[in-house]
T-cell receptor, first 116, second 113 residues
Framework: EAEVAQSPRYKITEKSQAVAFWCDPI?????LYWYRQILGQGPELLVQ????????DSQLPKDRFSAERLKGVDSTLKIQPAELGDSAMYLC??????????????FGPGTRLTVL | GENVEQHPSTLSVQEGDSAVIKCTYS??????FPWYKQELGKRPQLIID?????GEKKDQRIAVTLNKTAKHFSLHITETQPEDSAVYFC????????????FGSGTRLSIRP
């Protein structure tokens, strides 16, 4: 069964450093999501792509976070500079549905970020 | 703004008993309500979902009910087993975008042997 892949699984960094996370969605899934999950809370959407275009980045802290999906397949989320409050699980999900339509979102295993 | 509230935050039940988790949503335009299970250290996985044109859906020991008038929906797990121990998240689609879902804060379910 196809799954969403993410790497790295764990990342420890010092504040003010740059970090990057990678996600490979299920093949053929047009929509890709990046979520942040703080311990004890539900996932919070950071950015949504349809193919290579950003559909929603209203909750992305754009002064330090950036995301791209250049060829409409895999995606990278970057934080520069990292802050202590960025420590969280970063989850990627993908869906067959196009923006504006509803379908199951399949999640990757996540990247657990610790900022020291 | 759009909001999904989930209760309780923790729930402990005896093995074999039933567990119920409740959620409310704020946007009357929400039309899709998935439930995800997240075991420790693992990815969230969809366990059941319901659309707004249906009042109840069952899948073996799991059922979900939806009351659109009251804007609340619930997850029911019967004959609980140790492997049901996990964190459960409810979610609802955003009224402004059907492909965006808003998650509740989660319920940590523990099954006592």
């Amino acid at each position: 069964e196809a799954e969403v892949a993410q790497s790295p699984r764990y990342k420890i960094t010092e504040k003010s450093q740059a970090v990057a996370f990678w996600c490979d969605p299920i093949s053929g899934h047009a929509t890709l999501y990046w979520y942040r999950q703080i311990l004890g809370q539900g996932p919070e959407l950071l950015v949504q792509f349809q193919d290579e275009s950003v559909v929603d980045d209203s909750q992305l802290p754009k002064d330090r976070f950036s995301a791209e999906r250049l060829k409409g397949v895999d995606s990278t989320l970057k934080i520069q500079p990292a802050e202590l409050g960025d420590s969280a699980m970063y989850l990627c999900a993908s869906s067959l549905a196009l923006a504006g339509a509803t379908d199951t979102q399949y999640f990757g295993p996540g990247t657990r970020l610790t900022v020291l | 703004g759009e909001n999904v509230e989930q209760h309780p935050s923790t729930l402990s039940v005896q093995e074999g008993d039933s567990a119920v988790i409740k959620c409310t949503y704020s946007d009357s335009a929400s039309n899709y309500f998935p439930w995800y299970k997240q075991e420790l250290g693992k990815r969230p996985q969809l366990i059941i979902d319901i659309r707004s044109n249906v009042g109840e859906k069952k899948d073996q020991r799991i059922a979900v009910t939806l009351n659109k008038t009251a804007k609340h929906f619930s997850l029911h797990i019967t004959e609980t087993q140790p492997e049901d121990s996990a964190v459960y998240f409810c979610a609802a689609t955003s009224g402004s975008s059907a492909s965006k879902i808003i998650f509740g804060s989660g319920t940590r379910l523990s099954i006592r042997p």
